[in-house]
């Protein structure tokens, strides 16, 4: 499938096929600067060690595959669960290199960060956040982290 932007629509066109549906969608503004900032957001609601904030972040329907867990964490109650351990430890989020990719309301922001915790120690690990804008504001569709297979 190609999607091909005009105007502030989005048109699908359907390979082997003529036809076009158009989408009645109008693609949200951002830019590299907005996107970057989402994990900001995220980041400080790790600081407040409110879980609810922190899965205020993500869209109802999301998936989280957490760094420090081997379960997926689909629903909002299941994600809860995960940041109510997580944020014992007072994380704090740091990007070290990233690739921001943007499209038609979705956007995709992925590299490496580093969590430094309470007692001093760190995971680097590598991350994927997806987001899409639900006419309002950005939330996280998916966030995959994992802790770096190598020793540096």
């Given at each position: 499938?190609?999607?091909?932007?005009?105007?502030?629509?989005?048109?699908?066109?359907?390979?082997?096929?003529?036809?076009?549906?158009?989408?009645?969608?109008?693609?949200?503004?951002?830019?590299?600067?907005?996107?970057?900032?989402?994990?900001?957001?995220?980041?400080?609601?790790?600081?407040?060690?409110?879980?609810?904030?922190?899965?205020?972040?993500?869209?109802?329907?999301?998936?989280?595959?957490?760094?420090?867990?081997?379960?997926?964490?689909?629903?909002?109650?299941?994600?809860?669960?995960?940041?109510?351990?997580?944020?014992?430890?007072?994380?704090?989020?740091?990007?070290?290199?990233?690739?921001?990719?943007?499209?038609?309301?979705?956007?995709?922001?992925?590299?490496?960060?580093?969590?430094?915790?309470?007692?001093?120690?760190?995971?680097?690990?590598?991350?994927?956040?997806?987001?899409?804008?639900?006419?309002?504001?950005?939330?996280?569709?998916?966030?995959?982290?994992?802790?770096?297979p190598e020793k540096?």
């Amino acid at each position: 499938m190609k999607y091909v932007m005009l105007s502030a629509a989005c048109v699908v066109f359907i390979a082997g096929s003529s036809q076009a549906l158009a989408r009645s969608e109008t693609c949200h503004a951002t830019s590299e600067r907005e996107i970057a900032g989402l994990f900001d957001r995220w980041n400080n609601s790790l600081q407040t060690g409110d879980p609810k904030k922190v899965v205020a972040n993500y869209a109802a329907k999301s998936v989280l595959l957490p760094t420090v867990s081997n379960k997926p964490r689909l629903t909002p109650g299941e994600k809860e669960d995960y940041f109510v351990h997580f944020l014992e430890n007072k994380p704090q989020g740091k990007i070290d290199s990233r690739t921001i990719q943007i499209d038609c309301n979705t956007a995709f922001d992925a590299g490496v960060y580093t969590f430094t915790f309470k007692d001093g120690s760190q995971v680097n690990a590598r991350y994927t956040y997806t987001y899409k804008w639900n006419g309002k504001q950005w939330l996280i569709t998916s966030h995959h982290s994992s802790a770096m297979p190598e020793k540096s």
